[in-house]
């Protein structure tokens, strides 16, 4: 740190030089704890350096403290425990200054009023001597109210002084930033709290009055018949409240016209009426929001007026006897509104307790609400005759759902009989002479209980062999597409017939890996089939597979050939 060792030099480099004995250079701590309180540390006075002015003494506060006598209490010697220190912020901290106070706003250019008073609430939040002034805020008012001053410690001169509590009372003028706040009263923990510390509080004022307000509330003079209704007290208590009816739109007389429900809402506020349709989800029609916009609707209109059309009719107030009120409007009874005509069945709970309150001789007769139509999710889904396109499941799946899905599958099924197949060999029977000795193999897929026709190749035939059937499953003769059955093993039966899309197949003969899997599944296969394939095998029932040949699980062997 440069110091000056000089006494009159300037402060000017080369004057001056480093304390070289210096060994300290950390920055000092500004905050101390005291009773566990952090509190700003005052800072020392260094080597050179010149003491604080709230440290410094004139020589007339000097000369006073010399001429000071000492008032002295002779007491016991024994000395009185010192108080904890407890800080401003947590001595203060959540406690409260409340002032109600005023001003007057300046208006320009009215011929109505001068000024204006608005009426205001001034904190002062004793934890760190700030302030904020807010004004409450009022209904429809059209002026920006609310927060006017934010929290914060207000200039009280230009000598960078700040208002303390010790500067407030009732009765005073508090200006702030060039507005005049006259203090009308305060509540009762400020005055408490300032008669405690000695001060005392004046005597509350009324809060001024403004001129406004006064001229609005007066009568204005009037030169035709007075009326007794009073429309800005209608809007003051009736403003926001509406009533509501459940109504139905009886349209049948027109073309297409059914029964269809409405809402229709009365305002107070200023007697018109509005309309909406009740839309549901998936009716096909245009979510129209408003059928009748809201409008003050005429009951009766003057005989003067009636020779003229209508339909290009505007309707004012002078052509008009009678608009509809509220008890135009009875739960259980019909109204005719604009020419269409409206059943109200019910109403909310505030329009009962409305007519309860104001209108108590008007009868409420709710009636039963429109019973909901049947949606297309109560109703049972018809599915349309197969049309011969694709199995009879994917062509479910296009009348279930827009964009069809696959059907599901039994995946267990198809993991434990995955590659096994029942081979099995077949003939024609065809009244045709050239289908005498074509022969084919017919392949049962247990994974999926679908059937495949192979052909075999006869040389000289004139009949090219090959795939004769995909792999799809065959419904049996006589069952319906409601309720279809299809084919599965018990059903094969050595010499039994088997109908495919017309044309008829006769099982001649069948591999060993079939008679072990109805071995298997015995409990399930009628005593027929299960005989019938022993018996062309070849088989006793007591010694077991033929040859003893092992049991293929994939089905591998080869189609036997059918006996001549």
């Not at 409420?364 to 999710?377: I, L, S, V």
């Amino acid at each position: 740190m440069s110091i000056n060792t000089g006494h009159g030099l300037p402060f000017l480099p080369g004057y001056t030089f480093r304390d070289v004995t210096k060994s300290a250079f950390h920055r000092p701590q500004t905050l101390a704890y005291r009773n566990g309180y952090a509190l700003p540390r005052r800072p020392t006075v260094g080597i050179g350096q010149t003491p604080l002015l709230s440290e410094q003494l004139t020589q007339q506060e000097i000369s006073d403290l010399s001429t000071q006598t000492a008032h002295v209490t002779y007491a016991s010697s024994g000395h009185s425990k010192a108080l904890d220190l407890i800080p401003a912020h947590v001595a203060y901290d959540k406690k409260v200054l409340r002032f109600y106070a005023y001003f007057k706003e300046d208006i320009l250019y009215s011929p109505d009023e001068e000024y204006r008073v608005r009426p205001v609430v001034v904190h002062y939040f004793l934890e760190d001597d700030s302030m904020c002034v807010i004004e409450p805020v009022v209904e429809n008012s059209g002026i920006p109210q609310g927060t006017l001053i934010k929290r914060q410690r207000l200039p009280k001169n230009e000598r960078g002084e700040h208002f303390h509590w010790k500067d407030l009372n009732l009765g005073m003028d508090l200006e702030v930033y060039g507005v005049k706040y006259r203090l009308t009263h305060c509540d009762t923990y400020t005055q408490d709290f300032m008669e405690s510390e000695g001060m005392i509080v004046n005597e509350p004022e009324p809060m001024a009055v403004d001129p406004y307000i006064t001229h609005r509330n007066k009568p204005q003079p009037s030169y035709i018949t007075p009326t007794d209704f009073d429309d800005l007290h209608q809007f003051l208590t009736m403003d926001r409240k509406v009533l509501r009816f459940f109504a139905l739109w009886d349209n049948a007389d027109s073309l297409y016209g059914d029964t269809r429900p409405v809402t229709i809402q009365y305002y107070l506020v200023d007697d018109t009426v509005e309309i909406r349709e009740v839309h549901e989800a998936n009716s096909g029609r245009d979510p129209f929001p408003v059928l009748m916009r809201r409008q003050r609707l005429p009951k009766k209109i003057k005989q003067a007026s009636g020779p003229f059309p209508s339909c290009v009719l505007e309707v004012s107030s002078q052509e008009v006897d009678e608009y509809y009120s509220p008890k135009d409007f009875q739960v259980g009874e019909a109204v005719k509104l604009m020419g269409r005509r409206f059943l109200l069945y019910d109403c909310d709970g505030f329009t009962k307790s409305y007519f309860q309150k104001n209108h108590p001789e008007v009868e409420m007769k709710p009636r039963e609400g429109p019973k909901k139509a049947d949606t297309f999710r109560d109703r049972k889904k018809e599915v349309p005759p197969y049309n011969g396109f694709g199995s009879l499941e994917d062509s479910l799946q296009n009348c279930l759902s827009l964009v069809p899905e696959p059907p599901k599958k039994n995946m267990i099924k198809m993991l434990e009989n995955d590659q096994k197949v029942l081979r099995y060999a077949a003939k024609l029977d065809s009244q045709n002479p050239q289908d005498e000795g074509r022969r084919f193999m017919l392949s049962y897929f247990l994974s999926d209980d679908m059937i495949s026709i192979f052909e075999k190749p006869t040389r000289n035939s004139g009949i090219l062999g090959g795939k004769f059937l995909e792999k799809t499953r065959i419904p049996k003769p006589g069952s319906t597409v409601e309720h279809p059955e299809f084919y599965s093993p018990a059903d094969f039966a050595i010499g039994a017939t088997v109908e495919v899309f017309s044309h008829r197949f006769v099982l001649t003969d069948a591999d060993h890996y079939v008679l072990k899997y109805l071995e298997s599944i015995s409990d399930q296969i009628p005593s027929q089939t299960l005989e019938s394939v022993r018996q062309k095998l070849g088989i006793d029932p007591h010694q077991g597979t033929a040859n003893n040949q092992p049991f293929d699980r994939n089905g591998d062997n080869e189609a036997v050939e059918p006996s001549s």
